[in-house]
C-alpha cells in the first residue's frame, strides 16, 4: 500500500489557532506573486538551448548537494548515487541511483530538501504518492516521460512558475556565450548573469593561472600588473552589465577586507602573480579585492554581495576522488566587525553603495550584522543562506536581526540554487515563514495587521527589487 | 486619514490564550510596582534644576541612538535629524528633524523603539493618533506644549513614573556638582550616581591625559605613582558613595582581567603614565584595573558593573565628523572564562562581593556566564543588555541563562537610557517578557503557579533592590 | 501548610491544545520503552555488592555538582552541604545539609535539577508534599527508611527502572574489579564498562605518572615507548571489550586532532614521557591520541565518543581547598571545523567507523556540527550534554541539528549522570521533550503522524541502540 502524498494548505504557520490564521491570511496576499530570483546558480544554457532534461536522477539527484551528502553521511558511496567523480560519469543507471534515494528518503525528515522534493513531486509533476521503495519506478517513470514533454521544457517551467528575474553566477573567466544565446534568442524571460570573479582573485584556487589566462584573453588587458588587473575586472564588470548583471558576488574563506596604498598593492600583487606569495599574502589580496570590488560598485552602480565563511572541501579523500562541490564545504566562525573595518573606512558613509552581507555563523546574526547594517548606510543583510535556508534557520533569522536592524535593512530572499525545479518550493517556504514570523508579531501586538500586510509584499518583492536594483540605475541601463 | 494608535493590553504575551491568561494575570501583580532603576544614562542636571525640555526632537530624537542610526542607516544625514557634529548643533530645524523620524517611522517596525516610542507617545503625552508624516506637525506641536507646563517637568514625571531608585554614571573626573544640587535643593526623589572610572583607565581614549589631570585635582593624590593613583580611586569611590552610589560601572573593549604582582604593576603603570605604552599595555592595565576595582569593591561592598565588548566608533569617518556615541558601536566576539580568570583568582570566593557581567555577544549566555553564574558566590548575570534590550533579546536572555544559572544569579531589569521618557516603557517591556516566559513555564507545567507570582515580584523588584545594595550595607550608610 | 507534590501528566508539553494532543499521544507510545544509558558516571560498585545506600544527602546531594554548585554560589559553604574536601570529609550531620537543601530549593526554579528531583521524590520515593524547610525532615526520614529496605537496593531499583543497558566509565588505570565481580555475581542486569583513556593521555593531569605506572602494571607493555604505549592501549581496550564495552569516551580540553608521522610521534612521546614537554605539546598529544584512538575503534568496532571544550577546575581556591569535580567546570568556545580535520584525512571517509560528537558550545551545532555529521560518514552527532541536558537545551539541540544533519545523524539520549535515582527521570524528561518537538512538526505539517510516531521509536530506543552496538557487531562478540 502506498501512501497519499499531500501539501497541506496551513503547512509551516504556527499551530495557535488565532495565529494561523492571521499567517494564512497574510500569504494569501503573496503567494501567487511572481518569483524573483536574484542569487542562484543555475545553468544558464538551460535557457539558452532550451533542451529537455532526461530523467529525474540527473536532473534532481546528481546537482543536489544537498542530497547525496546526506545520503553519503549513511555509508552510502557517490557512485552508488550516479554523483560524476574526477574519472567521469560512474556506470550507475539512473533508475538505480533513484531508488537508492527513494528507499532512503525517511533520512530527509525535519529538513528542508524533504519540504521542497515533496512540492516539486506534487506541484510541478503532480505526483500524489510518497516516494519510498515501491514508489521509486512509478517516480522515476512519471517524471521522465513528463520531462520529454513541451511543457517541460526549461523556458516553459520559468513560465508556469512565474519568474520574473532570474540571476545566474559565472566566473570573471566566463566568456558569457550562454547569456549571450538567451538574449539573441529573443526569448523575454528575464535571466542574467552575476560577476563572481573568485576565480581571479583566490590565488589558493587550483584554477587561478587558467583563469587569469582567460581573463587577460577576454579583456586584452595587461592583468600581469596591478593597474592592467583592475582595468580588466572594469572591462568585465561592464561586459556583466551588458548582459543584465545587477550584482558581483564574493565567495571567500573570511570577510577579511583590507586596505593598502597603491605601492602596497602593486608589491602584493607582484608576489601574487610572481608565485612568491604564502598563505598570509593569499588572504591579503583576497581583502584587498573586496575593498577594490567594493570602490568599482560605488562607481559603477552593481551591488555587491558577500558570502564568507565556507572552509571548502573540507574531506580530503573525496576532493581527491570527487573534486569540488560535494557537500564537504563546511561553515566556520566567521568575524565581521574587525574584518569589514578596513573596506568600511573606504566606502562605508556611501549611501549610493549596496553591499549585501552573508553569514553561516549565525551568531553573528544579533551580535555584529545587524548592528552593522543597522548603522551603515551601505550595508544589508543578505537572508539566511544555504544550511540556514531552512524553516527554522529563517525563523532565527528574523528573530535574532529584526529588532537591531528592522525589516528595511534585509533585501528579500535568495534561493541561491542550483535545483531550477525547487525555485517556486523554495520560494513558497520564504514567504511562509516570514508570514508565521509576521502573525506572531501581530498576534503578540506588536505590529499592527495593517503594517504586517505591507511588510508581507515588501519582504517578497519590494525590498529584493530595490536592493538588487531591478527596476532602474544598473538594472535599467544594462 | 490617519491611524488610532492604541496600547493593546495583552501585547507582548502569548497567542495561546491559556498562555496569555497565566501572563496577564501575572503581570497584573506587578505592572504598578514602583520602578528601580539602577543602571542608566540619564542627566543629573534635569533633576538638579528640574528645568523644562523645550520640544519633542531635543528630548526625543537627538539623544536616542537606537534612532537616529537607524535613519542614518538608510541614507539620511545626521544633519537632516538636528544631530549635533563636532562643529556644533547643525541649523537643522527641530520640527523638520521631527518630520524626517515621521515619514520614516515605519523603519521602526519590529524594533523595541517603536514599542518604546508608541508607549511614550500614548502615556505620557496621551496622543492617540499614529506618527505618520501627516501627523508628524501634530505631535510636534502637542509634544511640545505638554513641555511647558509644570507636570511635565523633569520632576514632576519622576514622581508620576513612580521611579523609586535613578542611577546616572558619572566619570571619575566629574565633580558631582548635579549631585550635590540635587541633595542640596531637598527634593526626596533618590537619585545617585555610579562610579565609572573608564576615562582615567583607558589609556587610549582620546581624553585620558585631562581626565587624569581632573583626577589628580579632585584628589590631591599623587596619580603618577601607582600607589596615589589607588588611592585617587579610593577616594573617588568614597565621593561617590557619599553621593549616593551603590554601585561601579566598567565599560572596557574586552573582559580581560589579570593580576599582576605589585612590582609588575608599578612598571606597568609607569609606561601608561610615560607614555611609552603599547596596544598590550593599554589592554593589560585595564585588565589589571578590573581586578584593582574588583579589590577595592569586596572593601567598600560597592556593586561592580562589567560591561565588555563594544568595538566603539567603528565608523571612522563619523567620528571624525561627529565623535562618539552616534550608534557606530558595534558588539564584538567575547570570551569570559579565560579573560576573568586572573580576577576571580583574587576575589572569585567572596560571598560579600557582588560583580554583575553583562554581555553582548549572546552565544557567551549559555556556554561561559550562567556556568559561570551559576558556580561563582561573587558572580551574577546583568539582564539583556542594549542591543539585546528587546522582547526577542530578553527571551532568549532567559531560555539560554535560567536553566543553569537559575533566577536568582540575576538580577533585574536595567532601563540603560539616556532617555528618561522612555523608562516606563522599557520597565513595562520587561516586565511583560519575564511574565510571558514565566508563564510558558506555568503552561508547561515546569513551574507552579504561585512560584510564577514569587518569581515575578523577584524579578520586578526583589532581586534589583538586593543585588545593588539598595536597602542596606552600602545604600544605607551614604 | 505544606503544599502538594505531583507531576502533571503535560509536563513540558507545549501549550497549544492541538500541539500538546499530538506530543501527548506520541509520548504514550514511548513512555514505557526501557531505558538505554549508553554514557554515564553511576559507580559500578553499586551493582557490584548491591549494598544498601543510607541516607538522603549522600545519595542525592553529596555526588550531584548540579546542585551543591547551585548553593555554593548563592554564598553556602561546602561543608555546610558535607561535600568532602581535600581534608576528608566535613563533620556536618547528613540532616543538617539536607535542611539546607530544602531552605534554598527555591534557587532551582526553572532548572532541570528541580524536574529530576521532584520526579525522584514522587516516582521513586512516593512522597506527596514539596520540598521546603518545613518538610526537610519528613523527606530525610521518608527517604532514609525506603533505602533500609530491600526494594531500594541497587539492583531492585536497575529492574524497577526498566533499564535495558547502562555503561559506566573507568578509566585505562582501572583494574575492572566491580565490572569483573557483576559478571561473576550471575547478576543479568547489562552494566558495561566504556575506556576512557584521558588519565594516560593528559600529561597535564595532576596523577599522570602514577596512572601510567598503573597502566603498565596492567598491561605488562613498555609503555615507555611509543610503541608499547599503543600496544597498552590495545590490550586495555580488549580487556574492557571483555567487560561489556562498545565505546571509548574522551574528554579533552578542545577537539583538536592532530595526524603526525611515526617518527614525530615517537619525538613528542619522548618529550612527554621524559618531562620536558610544554602546553603546546601537551595539546598536540592530546590530539594526535584522538587520531590514534579513532584509528583502533577502525579496527576493534568500538565506538568512540569525543567531548571537548571544558575548562575544569576553574576556581582555583575551590581546587585547592577541595579538588575536583566541583561544580566549577565552564564550558568554552569550542572549533570543530579545523580541529578535526587531521583526524578525518585519515578515518573520515570510513563507514564502519562511528565517532559521535559532543559541544557545550551550542553555536556549533548549526555551524559545524550539523554539517560535519551531515556529510561525513563516521560521524554522530550526541545528544545535548550537561548545562545543555534541559527542555531549551534539548529543544534548541533539535531545532539547531535537525535541518542540516537529519534526525538518523544523531544517537539518542545519554543521561550522563553520577545520580542512579535520576535516570529514569532524565530519559523522562528527553522523552518528552523529543515529542514536543515532533509534536510541532507535525502541527505544522512539516512531517506526517506516522513518521512521527516511527521517529519517537527510533529516538527513545533504535538509534542508541544502532548507533553504540548494542545488538551485534562489538556488543555481541565481547
Known amino acids: 500500500m502506498t501512501r497519499r502524498l499531500e501539501l497541506h494548505p496551513d503547512r509551516l504557520f504556527p499551530a495557535d489557532p488565532a495565529t494561523r490564521a492571521i499567517a494564512r491570511s497574510l500569504y494569501a496576499t503573496v503567494a501567487t506573486l511572481p ?47 550516479a554523483i560524476p567523480s574526477r574519472a567521469g560519469q560512474p556506470a550507475t543507471d539512473p533508475r538505480a541511483a533513484w531508488r537508492v534515494l527513494a528507499e532512503h528518503y525517511p533520512l530527509f525528515r525535519g529538513t528542508p530538501s524533504r519540504l521542497w522534493l515533496d512540492h516539486v513531486f506534487t506541484q510541478v509533476f503532480g505526483l500524489d504518492v510518497a516516494l519510498e521503495a515501491a514508489t521509486a519506478d512509478l517516480y522515476f517513470d512519471a517524471i521522465g516521460e513528463a520531462l520529454a514533454t513541451p511543457a517541460f521544457r526549461p523556458r516553459a517551467l520559468f513560465d508556469r512558475f512565474h519568474i520574473d528575474f532570474l540571476a545566474t553566477t559565472e566566473g570573471a573567466q566566463d566568456d558569457l556565450d550562454a547569456h549571450h544565446a538567451i538574449r539573441a534568442s529573443g526569448w523575454q524571460g528575464r535571466v542574467v548573469t552575476t560577476y563572481r570573479p573568485d576565480g581571479v582573485i583566490d590565488v589558493e584556487h587550483e584554477q587561478f593561472a587558467g583563469a587569469m ?17 583592475l ?52 588572504e591579503l589580496f583576497r581583502g584587498q579585492m573586496l575593498t577594490e570590488m567594493a570602490r568599482m560598485s560605488a562607481e559603477d552602480g552593481m551591488v555587491m554581495q558577500i558570502h564568507p565563511g565556507s572552509f571548502r ?18 561553515p566556520m566562525r566567521t568575524d565581521y566587525v574587525a574584518a569589514l573595518k578596513p573596506m568600511l573606512d573606504v566606502v562605508g558613509t556611501d549611501p549610493n553603495l549596496t553591499i549585501i552581507l552573508f553569514t553561516l555563523d549565525e ?16 550595508l544589508k543583510l543578505g537572508p539566511a543562506w544555504w544550511f540556514h535556508d531552512s524553516p527554522e534557520g529563517m525563523r532565527r533569522f ?17 534561493d541561491d540554487t542550483r535545483a531550477f525545479l525547487s525555485i517556486p518550493a523554495r520560494h513558497d517556504v520564504a514567504r511562509r515563514v516570514d508570514c508565521a514570523f509576521l502573525a506572531r508579531l501581530v498576534a503578540e501586538h506588536r505590529l499592527e495587521d495593517w503594517e504586517a500586510a505591507e511588510l508581507a509584499q515588501e519582504l517578497t518583492s519590494g525590498l529584493v527589487r530595490r536592493a538588487y536594483r531591478l527596476d532602474g540605475g544598473i538594472g535599467a541601463t544594462a
Chains 1, 2, 3 share one sequence.
Open 35 to 81: 518569483i524573483v530570483s536574484p542569487h542562484g546558480h543555475t545553468d544558464p544554457r538551460w535557457f539558452a538551448t532550451d533542451a529537455p532534461w532526461t530523467d529525474a536522477t540527473s536532473l534532481l539527484l546528481a546537482p543536489d548537494h544537498y542530497l547525496f551528502r546526506m545520503l553519503y553521511s549513511q555509508g552510502i558511496s557517490l557512485d552508488a548515487l
Open 313 to 330: 572541501n573540507h574531506n580530503a579523500g573525496l576532493f581527491a576522488s570527487h573534486g569540488r562541490d560535494k557537500g564537504a564545504d563546511i
Open 363 to 378: 551568531s553573528a546574526y544579533a551580535r555584529e550584522l545587524a548592528p552593522l547594517a543597522g548603522h551603515y548606510p551601505c
Open 398 to 414: 528574523r528573530e535574532m536581526t529584526t529588532e537591531t536592524a528592522g525589516f528595511y535593512n534585509t533585501v528579500g530572499f535568495n
Open 231 to 282: 582595468a580588466a575586472h572594469r572591462r568585465r564588470r561592464a561586459d556583466f552589465r551588458a548582459a543584465g548583471a545587477t550584482a558581483t558576488d564574493h565567495g571567500h574563506p573570511s570577510a577579511r577586507t583590507a586596505n593598502l596604498s597603491t605601492a602596497e598593492c602593486e608589491a602584493l600583487f607582484a608576489r601574487i602573480t610572481g608565485g612568491t606569495w604564502d598563505a598570509a599574502d593569499a
Open 213 to 229: 589566462r582567460r581573463f587577460a584573453e577576454l579583456t586584452n588587458e595587461d592583468v600581469g600588473s596591478w593597474q592592467g588587473y
